[in-house]
């Protein structure tokens, strides 16, 4: 089966940039999807086919996919992105998800 | 504005049957593939099953293959989730997702608020 890995957690300051890699086998072939969830909350698209954002989603929401590990860059990072974040992409015609990191802002 | 409503959880006994219904609103349903997806308390999220705009092609993965069957009902706007011989592990919040793009291997572009199934004697 294919495996997407994440940190269990990131931490970052108010203002600074937070970075949360996925990593999977060649997955820099496949497109990545990033969902951001908060506490009793249902999952929320942030970035789809990589680097694209969703109406609505701010410009500060980024992503990456090369090589082996895709990135979810979160510039000027703010109280509101406190979250679980999870990556996504397609194994064949399986979906997977990554384990999810929890992003802090301290 | 996109709506995805779940219904039908709730506690069963282990060998059991459920079945989960989402109700959608918002946009062209039968333009759609759909999905559910769920969620064991305080865990990561898991993909469960798949089904094309016109219920041509289905997925499921291995975890529910055999006990699990997906249908949709363009007409009543509707996708459905039978869940037959239950096991503890399938205890989770149930979401409904939307899928995006033009093929059924994309992203989920909205979701409902799921419906918790809990399996336990």
């Known amino acids: 089966s294919y495996d997407l890995t994440q940190p269990p957690s990131v931490s970052v300051s108010p203002g600074q940039t937070a970075s949360i890699p996925c990593s999977g086998d060649q997955l820099g072939n496949k497109y990545t999807s990033w969902y951001q969830q908060k506490p009793g909350r249902s999952p929320v698209l942030v970035i789809y086919?990589?680097?694209k954002r969703p109406s609505g989603i701010p410009e500060r929401f980024s992503g990456s996919n090369s090589g082996n590990t895709a990135t979810l860059t979160i510039s000027g990072t703010q109280a509101m992105d406190e979250a679980d974040y999870f990556c996504?992409?397609?194994?064949?015609?399986?979906?997977?998800f990554g384990g999810g990191t929890r992003v802090t802002v301290l | 504005e996109v709506q995805l409503v779940e219904s039908g959880g709730g506690l069963v006994q282990p060998g059991r049957s459920l079945r989960l219904s989402c109700t959608a609103s918002?946009?062209?349903?039968?333009?759609?593939?759909m999905h559910w997806v769920r969620q064991a308390p305080g865990k990561g999220l898991e993909w469960v099953s798949g089904?094309?705009?016109?219920?041509?092609?289905?997925d499921y993965a291995d975890s529910v293959k055999g006990r699990f069957t997906i249908s949709r009902d363009n007409a009543k706007n509707s996708l459905y989730l039978q869940m037959n011989s239950l096991r503890t592990e399938d205890t989770a919040f149930y979401y409904c997702?939307?899928?995006?793009?033009?093929?059924?291997?994309?992203?989920?572009?909205?979701w409902g608020r799921g419906t918790l199934v809990t399996v336990s004697s």
């Open positions: 997702a939307k899928g995006g793009g033009a093929s059924r291997y994309s992203y989920f572009d909205s």
């Open positions: 089904i094309s705009w016109n219920s041509g092609d289905i």
């Open positions: 918002g946009f062209t349903f039968d333009d759609y593939a």
């Open positions: 996504q992409a397609w194994d064949s015609t399986t979906a997977v």
């Open positions: 086919q990589d680097t």
